[in-house]
Nanobody, 120 residues
Framework: HVQLVESGGGSVQAGGSLTLSCSAS????????MAWFRQAPGSQRETVAT???????KVAGSVKGRFTLSKDKVVNTLYLQMNSLKPEDTAMYYC???????????????RGQGTQVTVS
């Protein structure tokens, strides 16, 4: 069983930066697919970024060039570096693990509780 804990959310002004972290409890984290999702009020949950078991990353077109996904295998943590934040990036951000690459939120076996990002 993999437990995921997100952190790093907060309130920033447009143009600012935040780094979200997703700490995984199991060493199997190192070879599994993980992803960040987000959901704004009144909107559907959407995929923000995904990393496959080989470390290949993909980010959504809406955040491409601004968000970067990375993994630190030593500390079992997935990061989402968010730069040039916009008000439309305001959402609850969730981490997920063990699922199909490119899969939906519900296709992942393990899901975090989320961390709020507010951009004004």
């Amino acid at each position: 069983h993999v437990q995921l804990v997100e952190s790093g959310g907060g309130s920033v002004q447009a143009g600012g930066s935040l780094t979200l972290s997703c700490s995984a409890s199991e060493s199997t984290y190192r070879s599994i697919c993980m992803a960040w999702f987000r959901q704004a009020p009144g909107s559907q949950r959407e995929t923000v970024a995904t990393v496959d078991s080989n470390g290949v990353t993909k980010v959504a077109g809406s955040v491409k060039g601004r968000f970067t996904l990375s993994k630190d295998k030593v500390v079992n943590t997935l990061y989402l570096q968010m730069n040039s934040l916009k008000p439309e990036d305001t959402a609850m951000y969730y981490c997920a693990a063990v699922g199909p690459y490119g899969g939906t939120w519900y296709q992942y076996n393990y899901r975090g509780q989320g961390t709020q990002v507010t951009v004004s």
